[in-house]
């Protein structure tokens, strides 16, 4: 994928930090992204090479011919050059002993560019005071971050000098469940090169990040996606890029079941439009309307006697902003965006994020128990 320089993500993530020796995991819900991992100081055995299948009658050996396989093994040596581990030095800090200490974590990322520019997720270097990738063959180079979007979980960092492999970006609208795949990473932080295999278990999943907005659009696989390989690539068998993973679900909301096999990874349409408007302009476009406000749920509208068991309460208008130039007020509540109905499974940032900057929407709002309609034209996201 060339791209040109222009003018100018309930899931919680896991982060693992290393600092002078002391492990600390910070673990947030249920859902483990694959993200930054520790630098493990231990070596693992070589597994032994297997010996090959042969079948047939004596005297007539014949190799077994596994198509499917020999193709995901070259699509996966076509890649693998092109997969780094990301290290995120953060800031400085001090600690109860005095010692100041520079905290580091890692993921993974993919370079999708011949002037070095490399996608992973944006948890992965959020925050950074430095970033640094090491290659394939162990060699380390300092990267710039380009920019980021939390909403979508991609970054775009960049390297100077040439690089040692690119990867193709592939088309994810032709993807079907049942289709083989790889996940390329950097597990722990350490096993870089790493690959597990398994199949698109689904398409178009829906991820809750707890931050008042849906992941959407994500790939479902069963190929084991560990810490560490959040940013990473998921491949298929003709050796293209057509996700980066990004999570993991370890638990359900119910009574604390244990889920195996759950991996998530963002549809590669959705990395290079993405990836374009980071490189141009370091920044996604995003719809604006200017509010703080509750998300409503039938609990909480019980609870405090609201007229809607659905929608978003205005906490406050943001002074300047679209829903203060279109007259809302502290109070009002919003039950649609063009008769889009926002709710629990279409919350309001996910709704909003259906337009464009510049377009004119209809909000259908209550104030004090009479429904009104009120006109806002969005703009971009300050």
């Not at 596994?66 to 092109?82: C, F, H, N």
């Not at 980071?278 to 406000?293: A, D, F, H, Q």
């Not at 609870?303 to 203060?324: C, E, M």
């Amino acid at each position: 994928m060339k791209m040109e320089r222009g003018s100018g993500p309930r899931y919680s993530i896991v982060v693992l930090v290393v600092a002078l020796g002391i492990v600390a995991a910070i673990i947030c819900g249920g859902l483990v992204g694959g993200a930054a991992g520790y630098w493990v100081a231990r070596s693992q055995p070589t597994p032994s090479v297997p010996t090959p299948v042969i079948i047939g009658q004596p005297g007539e050996a014949t190799y077994l011919t596994l198509t499917q396989d020999s193709a995901m093994i070259e699509a996966i040596a076509k890649v693998k050059p092109a997969v780094v581990t990301v290290i995120n030095t953060l800031p400085a800090r001090q600690t109860f002993f005095g010692e100041v200490i520079e905290p580091q974590a890692s993921g993974s990322g993919v370079i999708i560019d011949e002037e070095g520019y490399i996608v992973t997720n944006s948890h992965v270097v959020e925050d950074a005071e430095r970033i640094d990738v090491i290659y394939a063959d162990g060699s380390k180079e300092e990267a710039t971050l380009v920019g980021a979007d939390r909403y979508s979980d991609l970054a775009v960092i960049k390297v100077e000098g040439p690089v040692p492999a690119v990867a193709q970006l592939g088309d994810s609208s032709t993807l079907q469940p049942g289709e083989p795949v790889a996940a390329i990473g950097s597990p722990l932080g350490d096993f870089k090169g790493t690959v597990t295999v398994g199949v698109i278990s689904a398409l178009d999943r829906r991820l809750d990040t707890g931050r008042g907005y849906l992941m959407e659009d994500l790939i479902q696989t069963d190929a084991a996606i560990n810490p560490g390989n959040s940013g990473g690539p998921l491949v298929n068998a003709l050796g293209q890029v057509i996700g980066i993973n990004t999570a993991i679900v370890g638990r359900s909301a119910y009574a604390g079941t244990v889920a195996e096999g759950l991996g998530f990874a963002i549809p590669s349409n959705t990395v290079k439009a993405v990836a374009q408007q980071l490189v141009e302009k370091g920044y996604v476009e995003r719809p604006y309307l200017g509010i703080e406000y509750v998300a409503i749920t039938p609990r909480l509208a019980s609870a405090y006697d609201l007229p809607s068991d659905h929608g978003v309460y205005v906490r406050q208008v943001v002074p300047r902003s679209p829903a203060a130039a279109a007259g809302l007020q502290e109070g009002d509540i919003i039950t649609a965006i063009n008769d889009q109905t926002i709710d629990e499974d279409n919350p309001l940032t996910n709704v909003l994020w259906r337009f464009h900057v510049g377009d004119e929407v209809r909000l259908t709002i209550l104030r004090q128990g009479e429904e009104q309609s009120v006109d806002v034209t969005l703009t971009q996201r300050p």
